[in-house]
């Protein structure tokens, strides 16, 4: 997703759009590649997120279109007050780009998870929130972000995400999910790096007579309502997937399109529970811990007991 993050970014910046970068000590043989090509749209503020995010408020002022990049926590929560009263409040369009969504930074422990960052980010008015679910979708979205008039929270994950959309991407609209694959009975909303999960978790379910829908849900907020309403007219069972807590993420917005639609649908999400880790491990060992596998997304589903 990096990758494909900063060759976005580089063509555009090619095409004239007036891109600049801002880094706070990080990532920099991910961003060579820019900052070879455009030396002086590039700049390490060193381990001060803060300023960072001051800065890129100066430059968005200016009618510059600025990326803050850098790891989840610090790169959101650090500067929580700066990104709500310099961003937010005066409705700027920085984008702020947080890589190792969720449990990426599995070993490095709870300091390096991110697993509260889209909520504390969602309750910020004009604050939009994408969080594609694999390489072409993160091009795609860092492209769109471009032309935002407020603030943007692009969520990562970090490097060897596979590509899931093998046709490619038809059409990309920030508030607007994708169709991955076509179904009926089971609807399942899956937003970040658990796309590649849903679809495994949906390729188990046919082998098991089921005709389960994927929806890449890249964009909570807004979150893409009509397309739930739609999706809970077809199917009697909706699942959201995510790796992140399940207070103020996917599956807590989807619920509460739900309830205010009034719509009539079973409904299962999975979700990180709402604790910190106290162990240091893989990403996959704290998704097996917290039943966000395929296999235990089917059991569930298919009404057997959770592992």
């Not at 860092?142 to 943007?152: D, F, H, K, Q, R």
């Not at 596979?162 to 059409?171: E, K, L, N």
């Not at 796309?195 to 082998?207: C, G, S």
Request: charged residues 25%; negative net charge.
């Amino acid at each position: 997703m990096r990758e494909a993050f900063v060759e976005a970014l580089t063509e555009m910046a090619e095409r004239g759009e007036a891109v600049y970068v801002l880094a706070a000590d990080t990532g920099f043989h991910v961003l060579d590649r820019f900052r070879a090509r455009f030396p002086e749209r590039y700049l390490n503020v060193g381990i001060s997120e803060a300023a960072m995010i001051g800065v890129a408020a100066g430059l968005a002022q200016e009618r510059k279109r600025v990326f803050c990049y850098g790891i989840v926590p610090f790169v959101t929560m650090r500067c929580f007050e700066q990104i709500r009263v310099d961003l937010c409040y005066p409705c700027l369009p920085v984008t702020i780009v947080g890589v190792g969504g969720g449990l990426t930074y599995g070993p490095a422990g709870a300091t390096h998870h991110a697993i509260e960052d889209v909520a504390v980010l969602s309750a910020l008015p004009n604050m939009t929130i994408v969080c594609p679910g694999d390489p072409l979708e993160t091009k795609a979205a860092a492209e769109a972000c471009v032309s935002l008039t407020g603030p943007c929270y692009l969520r990562l994950g970090k490097s060897g995400e596979p590509v899931i959309h093998t046709d490619g991407i038809r059409s990309f609209r920030i508030g607007k999910g994708i169709r991955v694959r076509e179904g009926s009975e089971i609807g399942i909303l899956a937003t970040g790096t658990m796309l590649e999960t849903a679809v495994r978790a949906a390729e188990l379910l046919e082998k098991e007579g089921r005709r389960p829908e994927v929806v890449s849900m890249h964009t909570l907020k807004p979150i893409d309502r009509p397309l739930i309403t739609d999706l809970a007219g077809r199917c009697r069972t909706l699942v959201t997937v995510e790796e992140h807590s399940h207070i103020g993420g996917l599956g807590a917005t989807v619920a509460g399109a739900i309830a205010d639609l009034g719509l009539d649908v079973r409904f299962e999400r999975f979700a990180l529970p709402d604790a910190y880790a106290h162990e240091a491990g893989s990403q996959e060992y704290f998704r097996r811990k917290s039943g966000l596998t395929a296999e235990q997304i089917v059991s569930r589903v298919q009404g057997e007991s959770h592992v």
